[in-house]
């Protein structure tokens, strides 16, 4: 089947109903983006699909409306179930539906680690059509037998890469099995690894592959650049960029105590901070998050547990204080700037021996990244490819056998170190 990639000027020809293209007019969505301009219509029909895009292009929606829609239209006879790798992304995906089904009387329940199970449980009891749920409390809810998924009709799995690298694959084998087999499936994310491709096509039904942009391509909107320095000069230099870059700043790093340790130095320096981590709690995150959106707090440093749930428009700078364990997810953490078509700038720390990782990063992008030259302002490192130095010879110290091309006159005094084991038998 021919998927037209012609563009759309608004949502007009899409297949939505006429009640939502006016919610959507409300919510100032006038031009759909093209993830949702080639999902949309697919979904809407009720086919299987894979949807492959760059982060923050919009994919909540390519999803969301359908799924609301034919909601609807079943009139309660099914309902809908999203699964996403992290607390923060439920939440921010909820919020969304929300805004866009409120006024159509649409529920939902957020079942996420974290937060208590009353809550939880009393939000089920309301009976709500859209279930957004993390892979590890989902799997509470049914070992409890207080989730239901017999009349789910709409699956959607969204980040589903993500999900694989956090180790939820058993997870979601065990929950594609509590599903009906007559159901849609959706499958969303910004890069599409074999192995969740494999475990996609064995629950799905012929799915169209929608794909706006190659898989790994990083947002056309946002610069980037690389300085290679010593891990002691880091802090000194995020102070420097700080004090170049004054809009909102986003800093990720690889460890808990890593991302405690950077918020201290950049309190220290004068800037306000917050930090999100597993360590802190679902409330604590949301606070820090929240400040960060009102300008609370201007740099927020966060691990990797963030790249994908923070939906922030107006971030002026990602910094990679540390590289990230894998090159995809440097697509995800730069992806937070640069949103909704808006420019963005993204920095990256590496270390003289992380060459090779910096290479995987470009393989997957598709692009060199630029190395800067250090400035010369306090602060800077010297910032520039590592080269590998020729390892000299080592001075020739009792060796069994003197240097090639030396004189064996010249080491008389070893001569029994180099004399071979017959001619030391017969002196």
Known sequence: MRISTEPQNSFNNLGIAPKLLEILTNLKFIHPTPIQQRSIPIAIEGKDLMGIAQTGTGKTLAFGVPMIQRLAQSGGKMRGLIILPTRELALQVDETLRKVGVTLGLKTAVLIGGQAMGQQLKALRQKPHILVATPGRLIDHLESRTVDLSNVGILVLDEADRMLDMG?????RKILQRLPAHRQTMLFSATMPDEIVKIAKSYMNFPLSVEVAPSGTAVHTVTQEVFFVDREAKP????SVLEDYKGSVLIFCRTKYGAKKI????????????????NRSLNQRLQALDGFKIGKYRVLV??????????????????????????????HRIGRTGRAGLSGHAISFAMPDQRREVKNIERLIRK????????????YAPARRPQFQQRRPKPFHGQSRPP????????????????????????
């Open 302 to 331: 966060a691990t990797d547990i963030a790249a994908r749930g923070i939906d922030v428009s107006g971030i002026e700078l990602v910094i990679n204080y540390d590289l990230p364990a894998t090159a995809e997810d440097y697509v």
């Open 368 to 379: 060199t990244l630029p190395v800067s030259v250090a400035s010369t302002k306090p602060g």
């Open 236 to 239: 000194q230099m995020l102070q």
């Open 168 to 172: 939820f694959a058993p997870q979601i």
């Open 404 to 427: 090639r091309g030396r004189d064996r006159s010249n080491f008389k005094s070893d001569r029994g170190y180099f004399m071979s084991r017959r001619h030391r038998t017969n002196r």
């Open 263 to 278: 918020t201290q130095t950049v309190r220290n320096t004068g800037h306000t901070a917050a930090e999100i981590h597993s």
